[in-house]
Structures are given as structure tokens and as C-alpha cells.
């Protein structure tokens, strides 16, 4: 059987499109000996989110479902001491032969000068070898994305790295206990 080599991308709404927001932020690792589906039980139940990412705290379902993610699920928490709502947008387990998807819409209530509006998409996806690909993406909206944005080195990217990494790190955890 062949495998096509080409990559599966994050599908953005237009007004989240890469490059026409205030900030956009991508981290990437191809780990080898994991699957989608191990990295996707990690992220989709928030429980375990604060054991493997410092930066996610107090997460909340206001519509009954959770602690699981889910299609349209209603959910806050607080990142960069930020208390972030958020609904599911996009949720695509992994399946055979495609990549795993979630999405979420967020937002920080405020004025002008504070208010927030963000997409954070995830791609899992499983390679030839017995790899597996983890991609997070976030396009921002709002004066602290342009503030964010000017930050170097960008908090967002090495908060996101952190998220990875710990994806990786609590499924292979998972697997070996």
C-alpha cells in the first residue's frame, strides 16, 4: 500500500486566516511510537490537560458536557491569566486514513483595548513508520494579540511548545502504564 507523503493543513475561517490576523502562532513535533488516537485521548479530555500544561487551569463546561471535548461543546478556562470562553468549532476523531481534528473558538471579554478573539485548531496524524504528527495553530484577534505579537521571543509559542511536548510526553506515559 502506498502512502501519500503529502501533509494534511489546519482549515481556517477567513476571518482567522494566517497572516491577516494580529497574531499567529504554529508549533509542530513528529514523534515516532505514538498514534493519533493516543494523543488525542490526551487532549481531549481537559481533566488531564493541567497535568502535562502549566499554562491551563480552572476549565469549566457550561452546557453539561465534559470533562470530553465534543462538537459544539461550551467550555472556559484560564491560560496567560486570561479567563478564556470557548466552543468547540471543529471535532473530527481520528479515524483511518485521515487526521484527527479540533478546533475551538475563544474569547476574552473586554473593551477595545482588551478584548480577545482567537481560533486554536489541533491536527493530529499519523505517518508512515509509526509516527505521528501533532500540529496547534492559533490566529488572534485584538490588541493583547498585537502586543503578543511584538513579544519576543512570543509567549504563545513557546506556551504552545510546552502543550505539545506535554501531549506527546502524557501519552506515552498512558501507554507505558
Do not use: C, K
Amino acid at each position: 500500500m502506498t502512502q501519500s507523503l503529502t501533509q494534511s493543513a489546519i482549515i481556517w475561517p477567513q476571518d482567522y486566516l494566517p497572516g491577516t490576523t494580529d497574531n499567529f502562532t504554529s508549533n509542530e513535533i513528529i514523534v515516532a511510537g505514538l498514534t493519533a488516537q493516543e494523543i488525542w485521548a490526551q487532549l481531549n479530555d481537559t481533566t488531564l490537560w493541567p497535568t502535562y500544561y502549566s499554562n491551563a487551569q480552572d476549565i469549566r463546561f457550561h452546557d453539561g458536557s465534559g470533562p470530553l471535548l465534543s462538537a459544539n461543546a461550551r467550555f472556559r478556562f484560564t491560560t496567560f491569566g486570561f479567563p478564556v470562553e470557548a466552543q468547540v468549532s471543529e471535532y473530527v476523531p481520528p479515524a483511518e486514513g485521515q487526521a484527527a481534528r479540533i478546533a475551538w473558538y475563544g474569547w476574552v471579554e473586554g473593551d477595545a483595548s482588551s478584548r480577545l478573539d482567537v481560533i486554536h485548531a489541533w491536527l493530529f496524524e499519523d505517518l508512515p513508520g509509526g509516527r505521528v504528527r501533532i500540529l496547534t495553530q492559533e490566529s488572534q484577534r485584538g490588541v493583547p494579540a498585537q502586543q503578543l505579537a511584538s513579544t519576543v521571543p512570543n509567549p504563545m509559542i513557546n506556551a504552545h511548545q510546552e502543550w505539545i511536548v506535554g501531549l506527546a510526553t502524557a501519552a506515552r506515559n498512558a501507554r507505558a502504564a
